[in-house]
């Protein structure tokens, strides 16, 4: 089998590769495939354009880099800008409505929005959007399982967080099966 | 959770980090207690993980004022008994080239890791290269050896730090491991055993008295041992050519033995100590031979050309120096080509043709650093060279 390719693209403090890192994990650790996290940023720490790219294998992973991603989540309108034209055909793209306006995007290809921020801020921390995330990710995709992405998250975030992250990761959750629920499935 | 710590510290089970993190674990694993460096992209993972883990394993982390200092204390420690590292890239190791060969001429049982940038200089700090393949064999003066091991995932990060250490004891000699920045940045599964499962090589530790005690008579298998100080040893350690007791001795004879005796240490000992992997190679009319990320690249090729009815295998160099001279010759007297990628301008594959004496074809596919090979790339060198354009 193919690797299945996912790449997340935002801005240096979104928590953009701790995303990686929770959807990695949770297939390599818990849902026991093979997965590969490659991070790539810019030198400087915050508010610059960075990118995760995830592969997950029931097989050994042989060549590292995502080069056509199946899933592209953005959450900066420059990350949907470079990235989006990566998208293979039949791709999916998930955005953060609040940064992302996903016009232009290739014909023919799916989109499912989330208001990662707006719902960050409801909660009271602008952090844990990467949360939310997490949460409309593993809804949406399928990729990795609730139980493994639990997990992941207990075993990623800090243990005083825990418990807002994981509302965080469950209002993502929640908004994603309802968005697949309402458009009759994936 | 799917790792746990032990009461003394040790970490195992199952964990989700990058090669750099993987290195400084498989270090602690080792029983290395001290390290010392002076930061630099793409290692720094390696000393922050030891900066943050050794003072919960009683272990020791200096940042000195630079590579030189950095090296020279490791072997400082080694002397003083304590397992070491000193960890840098590319920059860094060519400021460390001169205390690698007074590590290989004083006999320090010591681990020196490179994770390769793109360079010459400062080159392409956060991006791959694979270009220090010859600087680590020859990089330092003099007739020097050193082994050194390329690992291609963070698991043989960890593994082969392991097997560094245990090279380095039992051989008394430096090992360099050739991470790049891939492997170094990549994040995947590692699995610790338990530490009871990790075999900890012990220092070669002499059993005679001070009196009868010389610090490099080479035992059966041309290694000396070493004494514990503060016990009543009295040792002279230095660059200079030496007689077995430690003490100058600057004449053709002396230089003779004591650069003989380390070439043959390793050599003579390369059944323990050279390990490659085959794969696909008992029908193979083409065979890559690679190392490193690039090896995880070529194996994709194979697959790639196996599956359009090419006959290929991929060997994989587990270690680099000394290099599977005899296997590879072997493999040349079996196959049509030897296919090289990596990424430099052509290092490695001097030493494949070397060692094929004109048996096959071998073909570089050299790549000047800053990415990795795509697979089509080493698919297409594979078919050229079985002549299938």
Redesign the interface.
């Known amino acids: 089998m193919a690797s299945r390719e996912i790449k997340i693209g935002g801005l240096g403090g979104q928590g953009v590769i701790m995303a990686g ?1 929770i959807i ?2 949770a297939a ?3 849902d026991d495939k ?6 790539a940023f810019g ?1 400087e720490a915050r508010g610059a354009a960075c990118n995760a790219q995830v592969l997950i294998d029931d097989t050994p ?5 995502v080069r056509s991603p199946e899933f592209l989540v953005t959450l900066s309108q420059d990350a949907f800008r470079l990235f989006s034209p990566e998208l293979r055909d039949g791709g999916v793209l998930l955005f953060d409505e609040d940064m992302v306006d996903p016009a232009g995007l290739r014909p023919g290809l799916r989109k499912f929005g989330v208001p990662a921020t707006r719902f960050a801020e409801s909660l009271g921390r602008k952090q844990v959007l990467n949360l939310i995330v997490v949460g409309f990710f593993t809804a949406i995709t399928g990729l990795i399982s609730e139980a493994a992405a639990r ?1 992941a998250v ?2 990623t975030v800090p243990p005083s967080t825990l418990a807002l992250n994981t509302r965080a990761f469950e209002m993502g959750l929640a908004h994603g099966r309802q968005l697949l629920s309402e458009r009759g499935g994936f | ?2 790792a746990s710590v032990s009461d003394k510290g040790l970490l195992s089970g ?3 980090i990058d090669g750099d993190h993987a290195c400084a674990e498989g270090a602690i694993a080792a029983g290395c207690r001290f390290a010392a460096g002076y930061p630099i992209t793409p290692s720094t993972e390696i000393v922050e993980r030891l900066a943050l883990r050794f003072p919960l394993v009683g272990g020791t982390f200096i940042q000195m004022e630079d590579e030189l200092a950095a090296s020279i204390t490791a072997i400082g420690a080694a002397w003083g008994g304590t397992k070491s590292l000193c960890v840098t890239s590319g920059p860094g190791f060519s400021l460390m080239m001169e205390n690698l060969g007074y590590a290989a001429m004083t006999e320090t049982p010591i681990v020196f890791v490179d994770v390769q940038r793109g360079g010459p200089s400062t080159g392409l700090p ?1 991006l791959p290269a694979q270009a220090d393949m010859m600087q680590v064999r020859w990089g330092s003066h003099g007739d020097f050896r050193v082994i050194a091991l390329c690992p291609s995932s963070p698991q043989e990060c960890f593994d082969m730090t392991i097997e560094a250490f245990r090279l380095a004891e039992r051989y008394r000699t430096p090992v360099v491991l050739m991470m790049d920045e ?1 492997v170094g ?5 590692v699995v610790i055993p338990p530490p009871e499962e990790i075999s900890q090589e012990p220092r070669r530790i002499t059993r005679r008295p001070p009196e009868d005690f010389r610090l490099f008579e080479p035992r059966d298998d041309l290694v000396p041992d070493m004494c514990p100080l503060g016990k009543g040893y009295n040792i002279h350690v230095t660059g200079l050519t030496h007689d077995e007791r430690g003490y100058p001795v600057l004449n053709v004879a002396s230089q003779d033995s004591l650069i003989r005796r380390l070439k043959d240490k390793l050599l003579c000992n390369a059944g323990d100590i050279v390990r490659w992997e085959a794969r696909d190679l008992e029908d193979a009319e083409i065979a890559v031979l690679s190392y490193g ?1 690039t090896s ?2 070529a ?2 090729a194979v ?1 790639m050309a196996r599956a359009e009815g090419l006959c290929a295998g991929s060997f994989r160099l587990l270690t680099a120096w000394p290099f599977p001279e005899e296997a590879v010759r072997a493999l040349a007297g079996k196959v049509k080509a030897i296919v090289v990628p990596e990424l430099n301008l052509g290092q490695m594959v001097i030493e494949a043709e070397r060692a094929a004496a004109g048996r096959c074809a071998v073909v570089s596919v050299d790549h000047a650093g800053g990415a ?1 090979h795509s ?1 089509e790339v080493i698919l297409d060198a594979m078919r050229a060279a079985a002549g299938r354009r």
């Not at chain 1, 093979?34 to 991070?39: D, H, N, P, V």
């Not at chain 1, 992973?61 to 880099?65: A, G, R």
């Not at chain 2, 940045?185 to 599964?189: A, S, V």
């Open positions: 890192m990695g994990r390599s650790l818990h093979y997965a590969t996290l490659i991070q030198p992973i042989l060549y590292p880099y997990k207990a075993e | 959770m799917s199952r964990l989700f956060t891939v940045h990549m994040t995947e599964r990320i995880r690249i194996q994709r697959e990795v697979p």
